[in-house]
């Protein structure tokens, strides 16, 4: 800040104004997205918030030993707060393609029942490779998320029919597969009939996404994205999609619902008859 403030001659503190720091956040801005610069800076979005951060607490500092009579940073933007839009989801259709894909065969058993299980639950991949198979309450339709994001439990829905290919793969493919009867694991890797590893399962939905066809790049996150979009856009609660997904914050929810009403908008755009006169 020193530095650049020098350079545009601001040599003193009382010199500094909200205006000098909003555009030395702006400069900061045009580092993080690569404007203007040969290449991408290595800063994240949260850096710069925790550098606007400090500068609200430095200038504070500067206003307690009464160096200054106000915090030219006191009101400062914070940068951008809003979340990322998730990657592409996949439509209905895609989905059910992808999800007809794996074959009857015992890795075709298993893949159907880890892609049901992503899509249905919208669990991390470390979450789903971490299942063992008491996490899986056949009973209540429920999947236990031991120490998930955070290192918090969860409980989240299971649908019928995800729940149905886990039960299949369990009954008719998993003792082939796994390596000992006392593998606590419920999705094993077929060559070693162990747990899968994340890097295993990011392969998996990559291969069968190409199997069915699919042009869009599909790995777990994306259904995880999916499976949310999906569930607001058949009318589900932002406050039950949290709950399910494991966010901390409302405000990581909220990126879905952009999406949801993007893709809303278009369907209007295509279909209200009133979108298609023309404007006198």
């Known amino acids: 800040l020193l530095a650049w403030l020098e350079t545009r001659g601001v040599t003193t503190p009382q010199r500094v104004t909200p205006a000098v720091l909003t555009k030395y956040l ?5 580092r993080v997205t690569g404007y203007n610069r040969p290449e991408p800076s290595p800063l994240s979005v949260k850096t710069l918030q925790a550098e606007a951060s400090v500068l609200r607490s430095f200038f504070a500092w500067l206003v307690a030993r009464r160096v200054l009579l106000f915090n030219p940073a006191e009101d400062l933007e914070l940068g951008d707060r809003s979340q990322p839009l998730p990657r592409a989801v996949l439509t209905e259709s895609e989905v059910q393609t992808l999800l007809a894909a794996p074959g009857a065969e015992a890795l075709g058993l298993r893949d159907r029942a880890i892609l049901e299980t992503l899509y249905s639950t919208g669990l991390r991949r470390a ?10 309450d056949q009973a209540s339709e429920v999947v236990r998320v031991r120490q998930g994001k955070r290192g918090k439990d969860r409980y989240v829905p299971i649908g019928a029919r995800a729940l149905a290919a886990v039960r299949r793969y369990l009954r008719e493919a998993r003792p082939g597969l796994v390596a000992s009867p006392k593998e606590p694991a419920l999705f094993v890797a077929a ?36 499976c949310a979009t999906h569930l607001l856009q058949g009318g589900a609660d932002l406050r039950h999609v949290q709950a399910i997904l494991g966010h ?7 990126a879905y619902t952009r999406v949801a009403v993007e893709d809303l908008a278009a369907v209007h755009r295509r279909h209200h008859p009133r979108r298609r006169l023309k404007i006198p």
């Open 26 to 30: 702006i400069h900061l801005k045009g």
């Open 127 to 136: 979450e789903l490779a971490s299942l063992d198979l008491y996490d899986v």
């Open 191 to 226: 060559v070693y009939g162990r747990r899968l590893n994340v890097k295993t399962l990011n392969l998996i939905v990559r291969q069968r996404a190409a199997a069915a066809g699919l042009v869009k790049r599909v790995t777990p996150h994306v259904l995880r994205h999916t």
């Open 248 to 254: 901390a914050s409302i405000a990581t929810t909220q």
